[in-house]
């Protein structure tokens, strides 16, 4: 190692990052984000905060998707009804052509 890295490390104290000229302090929320998110506690208690939440939202979800599933049921029978009365016609306009041709 060369002078100046050596300085730099013994420059570094407790709370700070040296990445070779610039120095950064690490700051004291910085600090306890990462005790907060690295301690067991707190994904434990986050995680109970996660479930509550997905058991209250959970009915509306579930609700949300059964009217999606009914519209689409609902236009897929539309669909088909149509499909079936535009068919109708198209067969009585063809019977009515062949009786057409053949009076004629």
């Known amino acids: 190692m060369d002078e100046r890295s050596e300085l730099n490390q013994s420059k570094t104290k407790a709370g700070e990052v040296s990445f070779g000229e610039p120095r950064f302090t690490a ?3 910085v600090r306890q984000f990462s ?4 301690s067991a506690e707190a994904w434990f208690h986050t995680a109970e905060e996660l479930i509550a939440a997905m058991d209250l939202v959970e009915p ?7 009217d999606v ?3 689409a049921v609902a236009l897929i029978r ?5 499909r079936s009365i535009r068919t109708a ?9 062949m009786w ?5």
């Open 60 to 66: 509306n979800v579930e609700r949300f998707w059964e």
């Open 69 to 71: 599933r009914s519209i």
């Open 27 to 29: 700051y004291p929320y």
């Open 78 to 82: 539309r669909a088909r009804c149509h």
């Open 35 to 38: 005790q907060s998110v690295l």
């Open 89 to 97: 016609m198209q067969h009585q306009r063809m019977r009515r052509a």
């Open 100 to 104: 057409h041709q053949s009076t004629v």
